[in-house]
């Protein structure tokens, strides 16, 4: 099951958001509040830093923070608005270093470290589809700081929010991948490179480099220079710099 964000109430999601601006609404009903929500969310992003999306429960915030799964209630309505709550906060606390003294493709790669260490320290946001934004002032904030690498660049506001897209959704890919590799290394207790040898004699005993010639050539190089059949990290530096040589024909125009 795929978690997607803005998944609850939108009204009551907006108010819990941006309760700092409004005012934290009083409870309606239940106990009196002995915890902030921000204690909440906290608690939720630790939880699911060590243990995953699939551990944040209700339930199991309750137990990090000593509380009945009840009183959870009368902090947020359910999972669905605390993960809006929970990816706000972690935007909230990306880096916003400053980007006007820097070239452009030093300004564009900043902020595609920044979002790759972010996926890197918090992989779950990697599992919740984003489609429907949490309009939140993490993401606003978030969005007005990276807008600011394409700013003085002669591109209009449609290229420059598009060109940013571009940049941020390449790197959720190349980090998903990252993810993944790490993932299956720790889950078979095996590097790459081991696994690659491990199955290398079947593969060598079923595979014709007459018949794949092209395959064969350029796995092979691959593979030597990997240490295994890809490389995230090699991935992201040529997939980067691939976008900022492209990008680099819509600012000379």
Same mark, same amino acid.
């Given at each position: 099951?795929?978690?997607?964000? @803005?998944?609850?109430?939108? %009204?009551?999601? /907006?108010?819990?958001?941006?309760? !700092? $601006? &409004? *005012?934290?609404?009083?409870?309606?009903?239940?106990?009196?509040?002995?915890?902030?929500?921000?204690?909440?969310?906290?608690?939720?992003?630790?939880?699911?830093?060590?243990?995953?999306?699939?551990?944040?429960?209700?339930?199991?915030?309750?137990?990090?923070?000593?509380?009945?799964?009840?009183?959870?209630?009368?902090?947020?309505?359910?999972?669905?608005?605390?993960?809006?709550?929970?990816?706000?906060?972690?935007?909230?606390?990306?880096?916003?270093?400053?980007?006007?003294?820097?070239?452009?493709?030093?300004?564009?790669?900043?902020?595609?470290?920044?979002?790759?260490?972010?996926?890197?320290?918090?992989?779950?946001?990697?599992?919740?589809?984003? @489609?429907?934004?949490?309009? %939140?002032?993490? /993401?606003?904030?978030?969005?007005? !700081? $990276? &807008? *600011?690498?394409?700013?003085?660049?002669?591109?209009?506001?449609?290229?420059?929010?598009?060109?940013?897209?571009?940049?941020?959704?390449?790197?959720?890919?190349?980090?998903?991948?990252?993810?993944?590799?790490?993932?299956?290394?720790?889950?078979?207790?095996?590097?790459?490179?081991?696994?690659?040898?491990?199955?290398?004699?079947?593969?060598?005993?079923?595979?014709?480099?007459?018949?794949?010639?092209?395959?064969?050539?350029?796995?092979?190089?691959?593979?030597?220079?990997?240490?295994?059949?890809?490389?995230?990290?090699?991935?992201?530096?040529?997939?980067?710099?691939?976008?900022?040589d492209g990008l680099e024909t819509l600012v000379g125009d």
């Amino acid at each position: 099951m795929v978690e997607r964000s @803005s998944a609850g109430d939108p %009204g009551r999601t /907006l108010e819990l958001l941006w309760r !700092h $601006e &409004l *005012g934290e609404r009083p409870p309606q009903r239940g106990p009196r509040k002995g915890l902030s929500i921000d204690q909440v969310v906290d608690a939720a992003i630790v939880l699911a830093d060590s243990d995953g999306l699939a551990a944040v429960t209700m339930r199991r915030v309750a137990e990090s923070l000593g509380v009945s799964t009840m009183s959870m209630y009368t902090y947020v309505p359910g999972k669905a608005e605390l993960l809006d709550l929970m990816l706000d906060g972690i935007y909230q606390r990306m880096p916003r270093e400053p980007l006007a003294h820097l070239p452009w493709r030093e300004r564009v790669a900043l902020v595609a470290a920044q979002n790759r260490q972010l996926y890197r320290r918090h992989p779950w946001a990697l599992k919740v589809s984003t @489609s429907r934004p949490p309009l %939140g002032p993490g /993401l606003i904030a978030k969005y007005e !700081h $990276e &807008l *600011g690498a394409f700013l003085d660049l002669g591109l209009d506001d449609v290229h420059i929010d598009q060109a940013l897209t571009l940049v941020l959704d390449f790197v959720q890919a190349a980090a998903r991948s990252e993810a993944e590799a790490e993932a299956a290394q720790r889950d078979s207790a095996t590097t790459d490179e081991q696994w690659w040898r491990a199955n290398e004699p079947i593969l060598a005993a079923v595979f014709d480099p007459a018949k794949y010639p092209n395959a064969a050539r350029i796995g092979s190089a691959g593979g030597a220079e990997y240490r295994g059949p890809s490389s995230p990290g090699h991935a992201y530096d040529f997939g980067l710099q691939r976008i900022l040589d492209g990008l680099e024909t819509l600012v000379g125009d």
